[in-house]
T-cell receptor, first 113, second 110 residues
Framework: TQLLEQSPQFLSIQEGENLTVYCNSSSVFSSLQWYRQEPGEGPVLLVTVVTGGEVKKLKRLTFQFGDARKDSSLHITAAQPGDTGLYLCAGGPWGQGAQKLVFGQGTRLTINP | SQTIHQWPATLVQPVGSPLSLECTVEGTSNPNLYWYRQAAGRGLQLLFYSVGIGQISSEVPQNLSASRPQDRQFILSSKKLLLSDSGFYLC?????????FGSGTRLTVV
């Protein structure tokens, strides 16, 4: 069974600080996706990485896929209260066909003004 | 553009009552469709997925069933709800570029 472990599970920091969230597995994934979810809503896709060692930037967010495609990290620079939410990583196949994703348990991030 | 609709948003049902949650997708054809359940503030567990009309794959043995009567319609059902069926149910579709989720249904079985 493929599992994804996220750390930390909870993180509360002050506005303006930097942070990193980790997503680790003993399994290899073809793709790794990051989602952000707000209370009472469905998760929203932030990024998909498919190549080992790949780095993608989305404004203040930097996503990295490990060389062995078993782990990923999300780094946020100068965090803002609007970054507050539940961050989920998910791993699975890539391309056409059913994408049966395995989700981590999530990192609940709180940015205090 | 593609949109996904899920309803109802919240539902309170007594133990032993039936359940029907509906999900529809617009702006795409032959999507891969999924039902997930999420425990409070935690990760998602895949319940069912479908790659076409009438094609349902179940991931976890449980008290629920799914059906896909039309290309862009996915239904989650139960004949008799259990307390353990309470949770946040999410419908999603994909075309190989990641999931697009519906807004979810909060189900409370009392």
């Amino acid at each position: 069974t493929q599992l994804l472990e996220q750390s930390p599970q909870f993180l509360s920091i002050q506005e303006g600080e930097n942070l990193t969230v980790y997503c680790n597995s003993s399994s290899v994934f073809s793709s790794l996706q990051w989602y952000r979810q707000e209370p009472g809503e469905g998760p929203v896709l932030l990024v998909t990485v498919v190549t080992g060692g790949e780095v993608k930037k989305l404004k203040r967010l930097t996503f990295q896929f490990g060389d062995a495609r078993k782990d990923s990290s999300l780094h946020i620079t100068a965090a803002q209260p609007g970054d507050t939410g539940l961050y989920l990583c998910a791993g699975g196949p890539w391309g056409q066909g059913a994408q049966k994703l395995v989700f981590g348990q999530g990192t609940r991030l709180t940015i205090n003004p | 553009s593609q949109t996904i609709h899920q309803w109802p948003a919240t539902l309170v049902q007594p133990v032993g009552s039936p359940l029907s949650l509906e999900c529809t997708v617009e702006g795409t054809s032959n999507p891969n469709l999924y039902w997930y359940r999420q425990a409070a503030g935690r990760g998602l567990q895949l319940l069912f997925y479908s790659v076409g009309i009438g094609q349902i794959s179940s991931e976890v043995p449980q008290n629920l069933s799914a059906s896909r009567p039309q290309d862009r319609q996915f239904i989650l059902s139960s004949k008799k709800l259990l307390l353990s069926d309470s949770g946040f149910y999410l419908c999603a579709w994909s075309e190989g570029l990641g999931y697009t989720f519906g807004s979810g249904t909060r189900l409370t079985v009392v």
